[in-house]
């Protein structure tokens, strides 16, 4: 088992709950979120930042600098 740790970049939305669900499905393309967190927000774009641990069984192929294996 792998563990990676995530920054992504996502939309914000209009309501807390479609954030919500956003993120986790994002974070769900990645593996198993042991935990996130929104670190910043950026108004003027309309986006959020969110910082995760996640688990995967195996490797798998994202962009080197949205993850850094711990």
């Known amino acids: 088992m792998n563990t990676h740790f995530l920054t992504?970049?996502?939309d914000r939305l209009s309501s807390p709950a479609e954030l919500?669900?956003?993120i986790l499905t994002?974070?769900?393309r990645y593996?198993?979120?042991l935990r996130w967190a929104i670190v910043?927000?950026?108004d003027d774009r309309q986006k959020?930042?969110?910082e995760?641990?996640?688990t995967?069984?195996?490797e798998f192929l994202i962009p080197l600098t949205a993850v850094r294996t711990i």
Do not use: K, N
Request: aromatic share 0%; glycine share 4%; hydrophobic share 45%.
């Open 40 to 42: 910043a927000v950026d």
């Open 8 to 10: 992504l970049e996502l």
């Open 56 to 58: 995967h069984a195996t």
């Open 48 to 50: 959020v930042q969110v």
């Open 52 to 54: 995760a641990v996640v």
């Open 26 to 28: 994002e974070l769900s």
């Open 31 to 33: 593996g198993e979120p």
């Open 20 to 22: 919500h669900r956003s």
